[in-house]
Nanobody, 116 residues
Protein backbone atom coordinates (compact mmCIF):
# COMPACT_ATOMS: atom_id res chain seq x y z
CA UNK A 1 0.00 0.00 0.00
CA UNK A 2 1.05 3.55 -0.74
CA UNK A 3 0.20 6.39 1.61
CA UNK A 4 0.16 9.99 0.47
CA UNK A 5 0.34 12.92 2.88
CA UNK A 6 -0.10 16.54 1.84
CA UNK A 7 1.18 19.59 3.67
CA UNK A 8 1.61 23.30 3.11
CA UNK A 9 -1.98 24.46 2.96
CA UNK A 10 -3.30 27.46 4.82
CA UNK A 11 -4.97 30.84 4.52
CA UNK A 12 -3.43 33.11 1.89
CA UNK A 13 -4.40 36.50 0.55
CA UNK A 14 -5.31 37.06 -3.09
CA UNK A 15 -2.15 37.54 -5.11
CA UNK A 16 -0.11 35.52 -2.66
CA UNK A 17 1.84 32.32 -3.12
CA UNK A 18 1.83 28.92 -1.47
CA UNK A 19 3.76 25.70 -1.98
CA UNK A 20 2.05 22.37 -1.37
CA UNK A 21 4.01 19.19 -0.74
CA UNK A 22 3.04 15.53 -0.85
CA UNK A 23 5.17 12.67 0.44
CA UNK A 24 4.64 9.09 -0.66
CA UNK A 25 5.38 6.33 1.84
CA UNK A 26 4.61 2.67 2.47
CA UNK A 27 5.37 -0.41 0.42
CA UNK A 28 4.37 -1.61 -3.00
CA UNK A 29 5.41 -4.71 -4.91
CA UNK A 30 7.13 -2.75 -7.65
CA UNK A 31 9.07 -0.70 -5.12
CA UNK A 32 8.04 2.40 -7.05
CA UNK A 33 6.20 4.56 -4.55
CA UNK A 34 5.77 7.48 -6.93
CA UNK A 35 4.51 5.56 -9.93
CA UNK A 36 4.49 6.87 -13.49
CA UNK A 37 1.97 9.65 -12.99
CA UNK A 38 1.23 11.87 -10.03
CA UNK A 39 -1.17 14.76 -9.87
CA UNK A 40 -2.87 17.43 -7.83
CA UNK A 41 -6.64 17.65 -7.74
CA UNK A 42 -8.84 20.12 -5.92
CA UNK A 43 -12.40 20.28 -4.73
CA UNK A 44 -14.06 23.59 -4.05
CA UNK A 45 -17.13 23.84 -1.81
CA UNK A 46 -20.18 22.59 -3.63
CA UNK A 47 -18.21 21.50 -6.70
CA UNK A 48 -16.81 18.27 -8.06
CA UNK A 49 -13.18 17.32 -7.69
CA UNK A 50 -11.13 18.53 -10.64
CA UNK A 51 -7.66 17.94 -12.00
CA UNK A 52 -5.28 20.83 -11.36
CA UNK A 53 -2.00 19.48 -12.75
CA UNK A 54 -0.26 16.20 -13.49
CA UNK A 55 3.32 15.10 -14.01
CA UNK A 56 4.85 11.90 -15.35
CA UNK A 57 8.07 10.25 -14.24
CA UNK A 58 9.86 11.92 -17.12
CA UNK A 59 8.50 15.32 -16.05
CA UNK A 60 5.88 15.77 -18.74
CA UNK A 61 3.30 18.12 -17.24
CA UNK A 62 -0.28 19.12 -17.91
CA UNK A 63 -2.29 21.94 -16.34
CA UNK A 64 -5.90 22.95 -16.10
CA UNK A 65 -6.62 26.10 -18.08
CA UNK A 66 -7.57 27.92 -14.88
CA UNK A 67 -4.09 27.55 -13.38
CA UNK A 68 -1.90 27.57 -16.48
CA UNK A 69 0.89 30.12 -16.04
CA UNK A 70 0.31 30.47 -12.29
CA UNK A 71 0.91 26.99 -10.87
CA UNK A 72 3.94 24.74 -11.31
CA UNK A 73 3.94 21.01 -10.55
CA UNK A 74 7.18 19.18 -9.87
CA UNK A 75 8.40 15.92 -8.36
CA UNK A 76 11.53 14.57 -6.71
CA UNK A 77 11.57 10.84 -7.36
CA UNK A 78 14.56 10.25 -5.08
CA UNK A 79 12.73 11.80 -2.11
CA UNK A 80 9.26 10.47 -3.06
CA UNK A 81 7.95 14.03 -3.06
CA UNK A 82 5.42 15.88 -5.19
CA UNK A 83 5.08 19.67 -5.14
CA UNK A 84 2.69 22.33 -6.34
CA UNK A 85 3.93 25.92 -6.41
CA UNK A 86 0.91 28.21 -6.55
CA UNK A 87 1.43 31.87 -7.47
CA UNK A 88 -0.93 34.80 -7.91
CA UNK A 89 -3.63 32.96 -6.02
CA UNK A 90 -7.24 33.98 -6.57
CA UNK A 91 -10.34 33.52 -4.40
CA UNK A 92 -11.58 30.96 -6.93
CA UNK A 93 -8.55 28.79 -6.11
CA UNK A 94 -10.07 28.17 -2.69
CA UNK A 95 -10.42 24.41 -2.31
CA UNK A 96 -9.16 21.28 -0.65
CA UNK A 97 -6.13 20.12 -2.62
CA UNK A 98 -5.47 16.40 -2.97
CA UNK A 99 -2.38 14.51 -4.00
CA UNK A 100 -2.96 11.58 -6.35
CA UNK A 101 -0.82 8.69 -7.55
CA UNK A 102 -1.67 6.54 -10.53
CA UNK A 103 -3.50 3.30 -9.70
CA UNK A 104 -5.96 5.07 -7.44
CA UNK A 105 -4.04 6.37 -4.44
CA UNK A 106 -5.25 9.57 -2.76
CA UNK A 107 -4.05 11.73 0.09
CA UNK A 108 -6.35 13.16 2.74
CA UNK A 109 -6.18 16.68 1.34
CA UNK A 110 -5.01 20.06 2.55
CA UNK A 111 -7.17 23.16 2.70
CA UNK A 112 -6.26 26.31 0.82
CA UNK A 113 -8.53 29.26 1.55
CA UNK A 114 -7.75 32.35 -0.51
CA UNK A 115 -9.25 35.41 1.11
CA UNK A 116 -8.44 38.91 2.26
Amino acid sequence: QVQLAESGGGLVQPGGSLRLSCVASGTIFSGDLMGNMMAWYRQAPGKERELVASITRTATTTYADAVQGRFVISRDNAKNMLYLQMNNLKPEDTAIYYCYRSQGYWGQGTQVPVSS
